[in-house]
Structure formats: structure tokens, C-alpha cells
């Protein structure tokens, strides 16, 4: 009996969750069909498959030829790394800090670095982009690397810090008493406790990065320093769009990024389920 | 001069006096248990020995040298904690290796102690397997053996045996008694078990609410507590507290060992209904009722047997019992 109720539970949740992943995906699945397509093809059958008829590389070749879009990748990725780096390593170290001391202010500081997660860094883009130009560092991808920490830096602090104070104190004290630094008791004890949060903390961070249209445009739209987002607006004319190079360029962005996140994904789910599944 | 002094050391954690005030002198060699219930601060002198907490107030003396300021690891110290703690990405050799080669010392020195430390514990087999593929007394033996390889000058133990099935406790314990003998270094136990506190202890230093109740051997605790407390703590089954009033005597209590009481069915001093009885083969423990002293306990050896609800007597060996002020000291 309760055997049978769990598997009429189980179709459910299956159920529940095929749906979701296919009304998650049918978008992203029509730009990659509608990249292989000629551009009549695509305004003629906007679901259809690429048949012979009407497969077409003609958006792909427009996007290696046309514009520096290999530059574009390398800035979009060297952008996201970099960020993503910063995140983690400052984040990590800010929440090892709260949990693991003592000190006048622990608790303010944390609501403090916590905020930013309410706040949408964007209401301060004006402020951001003075100081940048005053900085001199208008057009380079340092300013995108920059602002990028400040917006992953929050959630990331709050996340593992919560995941820190579960590692065993007397593992830490253990340490301290065989003479290891408190650099090398975060290094090589804590951090590898905490790598399915640092996983779980990484995609969070690194998705909204890659995809991010709003600062590339505001502090960095040089021809040098585009990044893959930005660079696939130069097919979106006020009059005139190239459907084919738009849907070629955003079916090749998805690439890298799908790469990071299986990279992420096992330590992922682990971090997720971390707690709720015994 | 003791291998440890603590003179007048406190600790407060915020606002919360945790450590009130404690003087102790622990001799080079002496196997030394702090006991006392939870909470009642021993851990967190420990840690302030260990040099993992600060301390407020007071000196910490080692081998006659002030360490207060002093980091954990230049105090020539090992410490064994109740959740192992080993690192989880070393194997056990490295486990046990790994203070040695933050002090500086050549990997032939390395070997040479973790080698010699292996065979004392018997951990040859497990030298190069993960923490996590050891069982729980396997990975406490390895946390003793950490503790071996850096042949401190003093041993901290943090209630080793708590995490331990009953079983090996016991086989745990009279291994940590050996290594003693074997080594002679002086060694710190805290625990909350009595038992383990007896069984090991050179001397035990009873704690309670931050503040040292009394210091002694195992069998002056035993025969003369200083108070109620270290008199109800020390001993199992716990000691009967009776009325003195009721027994005619001067106003406070009066503590009498299970061991010290006879029952009979026949006559005795104090009358009383059996409300429980526990055979345990070897000895026979009878829990009996009194309207004025409460719960009795009767230790017997053997077996007997008594009904529930039966009455009985009992009559205390005067020259065994204890008398307390009403304050709960005991009077002299």
C-alpha cells in the first residue's frame, strides 16, 4: 500500500518535472533548430526541424566572419573566469572569517555583506560608471571583473558561510595544534569540506555573468572588449535583424557555459541536496 | 614546579564568567582527569591549555614557562579530540606525519616516528588508507597515534572514548592506560563518565560551573568528598542522601554508598517499600522507597530477590556514612 503510494508519488514528481524541463527548454531548443536554418526557412516554419530543404549554415559562417566574434568568446570567458575566481576565493575567505572568529562586529559585518543580495547593483550603475571613468577604467574588461565580484560577492558570502560553521571545529583546532596556518586550515582543510557549496555558489554566479547584456554595454562596448551577449546585438538592427546570425551566435554562447556547469553539476546537486536528502 | 599550572585563570565569553578563578598544579608524569557535568567548563580549560581559547585572566605555566601568548603548536603539546578529527584527505602516514613536517623535520624522521608510533597502536595494516575508510575505534587509535608522533610534553585528551561503542570504550581505555605507563608523559583526560575518571586517573579534579569542587586521588574522592557534590558525582550507583534530622543527627544530610546499606526483611533502622530491582548477576541493585529520605538505593552482592512493593529494612554502617552542613559541605 504505502509502496504503491509512493510510486503514484513518484509519476507525479516525474510528471511535474518532465513538463517543467520541457517548457524550460522548448525556448532553447527553438533558437539551436532555427540556428541550422536558411532565413526563409525560419520565418516560413518557425518550429519545423532542419530538413535538407531548408538546413542552412549561412548564420554560423556570417558569425566567424563577420565581426571579431572569437575575441568576443575570449573577453565573455576571460570576463566570467575571472570573475568567477574572485567570487569564490574573496567569498570564501569573508565567510571562513565569519564563522570561524570571534570579533567586535561579526554579525553587523555579515548584514552588511549580506545586503548587497536584496539590492540590485544596477541601481547604482550611475555611481559605478563615474567612478570608473574617474578610475580610467572605462572600456576594459578590469572594470567588468570588478563589478561583477561586487554582484557575486554577497550570495556567495552568505551561502558558505552557512556551509563553514558545519565544519567541525576540532578539525580546525586539530590543525592549529599540529602548527598548520590559518591560510592552510582554509586552503587544505575547510575549502575541500565545502566544494559542493563553492559548486553550487560558482553556477549561481557564473550564469547571470555570462548572460549579462546591461554593463558590457554601459562600461565596456569597445570593439576589443565586447563580450558574446553584446557582440550579438551588432545583428539586431532598428529595421533590418539577421535572424540567422542572432540565433547562430546565441546557440554557440550556450557552449562554454554548458561546459563550466557539467564541470560543476555532480558537486552541484550534492551541495543543493545537502542537508535535505539524508 | 608541576609540568602545568594554572594560577587564578578565567574565562569569560561575552558578559558569561565561564571559568571563575582556577588554581591547579599537575605534576611531570601524572595522568590527571577533569570531570564534571556538561557545562561545567572542563572542555574550554582545556581548549584555553591547549592554547585554542584565550585567556581572560589568570597565568598558564608550562614546565614553568608562561604560554598564555604562546600559539597552539609551539606548546609542545598533542591533543586527541572526541570527533578524531583527522584530515580527510590524508592518508593515515600522513595523518599522523603531518605536525612533524610543518616543525621542519627530514622525511627519514618522519618515517622513524609514525613507524614507531604504528607499531605501538598496531596501525601497520592501515598506514595508507583514508580516514574514511576506517571504522570509528581504528580512527580514534590513529588520532592517539597522531598525538604519539610529535612526543609532546604533555597529552590533551577531549572526552576520546564519547563517540565509542561500549565495547571498545572499555578496550580504548585500558589501551590509553598502557600507553601511559609506556610513555610516562603527563596527560590531561576530560570526560563527563566517572567511570572513565576512576579507571584512569592519577588524580581527578572535580569541576563544576566553571570552578574546581575538589582534587585527589581517585579513592580520596571516593572515600572523603568534600561536599555533596563531588560525594553524588564520584561512585555508581550514585550515594543515598538521607534527612539528618530524621536519623537524629545535626540538621543537613547524610550520604551513604549503596554499598554501605543492608536490607533485611526482618528488622532495621530505616523502613522502606521496594519499588524497583535491578539482577544484574554480580550484584543485585534494589531501589527502596522512604517517605522521609526519598529513593534508596541498596547495592547486593550475588543474587536476591525481593518483590515490588515489599517491605524491607535498611540499616546503615555508621562508620561508613558522611555527614553535610545544610550548604551541602561535609563536616569534620
Not at chain 1, 152 to 163: D, K, V
Not at chain 2, 262 to 267: E, H
Request: proline residues 4%.
Amino acid at each position: 500500500m504505502k509502496a504503491r503510494a509512493s510510486t503514484g508519488r513518484t509519476i507525479a514528481a516525474h510528471a511535474v518535472l518532465l513538463a517543467y524541463t520541457l517548457i524550460a527548454l522548448f525556448p532553447v531548443f527553438v533558437i539551436v533548430i532555427n540556428s541550422f536554418k536558411s532565413r526563409k526557412a525560419i520565418f516560413a516554419d518557425p518550429l519545423g526541424l532542419p530538413l535538407p530543404g531548408s538546413f542552412d549554415l549561412v548564420g554560423y559562417r556570417t558569425v566567424l566572419h563577420q565581426g571579431d566574434f572569437f575575441l568576443y568568446f575570449q573577453n565573455s570567458l576571460i570576463v566570467t573566469v575571472a570573475s568567477l575566481f574572485c567570487v569564490l576565493l574573496f567569498g570564501a575567505m569573508a565567510a571562513f572569517a565569519l564563522s570561524e572568529y570571534r570579533f567586535r562586529g561579526n554579525t553587523l559585518m555579515g548584514l552588511y555583506l549580506a545586503l548587497g543580495i536584496m539590492i540590485p547593483i544596477r541601481l547604482g550603475t550611475v555611481a559605478i560608471l563615474e567612478m570608473m571613468v574617474a578610475s580610467g577604467l572605462v572600456n576594459t574588461l578590469t572594470a567588468l571583473i570588478l563589478v561583477y565580484t561586487a554582484q557575486g560577492l554577497p550570495l556567495a558570502i552568505f551561502i558558505l558561510a552557512e556551509f563553514m560553521k558545519s565544519v567541525s571545529d576540532d578539525l580546525k583546532n586539530a590543525g592549529r595544534i599540529d602548527g598548520l596556518s590559518e591560510y592552510r586550515i582554509f586552503f587544505s582543510l575547510v575549502l575541500p569540506l565545502v566544494r559542493p557549496a563553492m559548486a553550487t555558489v560558482a553556477v549561481f554566479t557564473m550564469i547571470p555573468i555570462w548572460n549579462d547584456l546591461w554593463f558590457p554595454l554601459i562600461l565596456a562596448p569597445a570593439e576589443d572588449t565586447k563580450t558574446v551577449t553584446l557582440g550579438a546585438q551588432v545583428f539586431i538592427g532598428q529595421f533590418v535583424t539577421n535572424w540567422n546570425a542572432v540565433l547562430a551566435a546565441l546557440s554557440l554562447a550556450i557552449v562554454p557555459v554548458l561546459v563550466l556547469y557539467l564541470i560543476f553539476s555532480r558537486q552541484l546537486i550534492r551541495g543543493i541536496t545537502a542537508g535535505a536528502v539524508k | 614546579m608541576g609540568a602545568l599550572e594554572l594560577r587564578g585563570v578565567t574565562k569569560n565569553f561575552g558578559k558569561t564568567e565561564v571559568i571563575k578563578g582556577v588554581d591547579l598544579t599537575v605534576n611531570a608524569g601524572e595522568f590527571c582527569v577533569f570531570v564534571g557535568p556538561s557545562g561545567c567548563g572542563k572542555s574550554t580549560l582545556l581548549r584555553m591549555i591547549a592554547g585554542l581559547e584565550d585567556t581572560t585572566g589568570g597565568d598558564i605555566l608550562l614546565d614553568g614557562r608562561r604560554v598564555n601568548d604562546l600559539a597552539p603548536a609551539r606548546r609542545e603539546l598533542a591533543m586527541v579530540f572526541q570527533t578524531y578529527a583527522l584530515y580527510p584527505h590524508l592518508s593515515v602516514r600522513d595523518n599522523m606525519g603531518l605536525a612533524l613536517k610543518q616543525a621542519g623535520a627530514s622525511r627519514s624522521e618522519i618515517t622513524a616516528a609514525t613507524d614507531r608510533a604504528a607499531a605501538m597502536l598496531e596501525l601497520e595494516p592501515l598506514m595508507d588508507r583514508r580516514p574514511a575508510e576506517l571504522s570509528g575505534g581504528q580512527r580514534q587509535r590513529v588520532a592517539i597515534g597522531r598525538a604519539i608522533v610529535r612526543r609532546p610534553k604533555l597529552f590533551l585528551f577531549d572526552e576520546p572514548l564519547s563517540n565509542l561503542d561500549a565495547a571498545l570504550r572499555v578496550a580504548t581505555r585500558i589501551e590509553i592506560a598502557r600507553l601511559h605507563r609506556e610513555l610516562k608523559t603527563t596527560m590531561i583526560y576530560v570526560t563527563h563518565d566517572q567511570i572513565e575518571a576512576m579507571t584512569l586517573a592519577h588524580r581527578i579534579v572535580v569541576m563544576r560551573q566553571g570552578r574546581i569542587e575538589q582534587v585527589g586521588s581517585p579513592m580520596e574522592l571516593y572515600n572523603n568528598p568534600a561536599n555533596t557534590f563531588v560525594a553524588g558525582f564520584i561512585g555508581s550507583p550514585q550515594m543515598n542522601f538521607l534527612d539528618a534530622t530524621a536519623l537524629g543527627l545535626a540538621p543537613g544530610r547524610v550520604g551513604i554508598r549503596p554499598e554501605h546499606l543492608t536490607i533485611s526483611r526482618g528488622t532495621g533502622e530505616i523502613p522502606a517499600t521496594v519499588s524497583h530491582i535491578e539482577k544484574l548477576g554480580g550484584e543485585t541493585l534494589v531501589y527502596a522507597r522512604h517517605p522521609q529520605h526519598g529513593m534508596l538505593t541498596v547495592r547486593l552482592f550475588g543474587e536476591h530477590d525481593y518483590s515490588v512493593d515489599e517491605t524491607v529494612h535498611l540499616t546503615l554502617h555508621r562508620e561508613r556514612m558522611f555527614e553535610f552542613d545544610p550548604a551541602g559541605k561535609r563536616r569534620t
